[in-house]
């Protein structure tokens, strides 16, 4: 069984990154999808906070990563909204 492809967007209407780094599944399954990215956000968030408070400053990486999950999150959240 699939999804109905009306509620996938024409992917010329979307900019690069949303194309880039959102799949049309994405789309298709926006709840799911936004929840798996907001927990891997926190995973990410207290993976680079215990790595930082250390004294490693590889942490920042998953922090970068955190913030690009939670923006791309967000995206999607708009997305439904409009």
């Given at each position: 069984?699939h999804a109905p492809?009306?509620?996938v967007?024409?992917?010329?209407s979307?900019p690069?990154?949303m ?6 599944w ?6 799911f999808?936004?929840?798996v990215?907001i927990v ?8 680079g ?5 250390y004294?490693?400053w ?6 970068a990563?955190?913030?690009?999950i ?5 995206r999607l959240?708009?997305?439904?909204q409009?």
């Amino acid at each position: 069984m699939h999804a109905p492809t009306g509620n996938v967007p024409p992917s010329h209407s979307q900019p690069f990154l949303m194309r880039l780094l959102v799949s049309p599944w994405g789309y298709r399954h926006i709840r799911f999808s936004v929840v798996v990215r907001i927990v891997c956000g926190i995973w990410n968030l207290g993976l680079g906070a215990l790595l930082l408070s250390y004294g490693y400053w590889v942490g920042a990486m998953p922090v970068a990563g955190a913030a690009l999950i939670f923006w791309v999150a967000y995206r999607l959240q708009q997305s439904v909204q409009s």
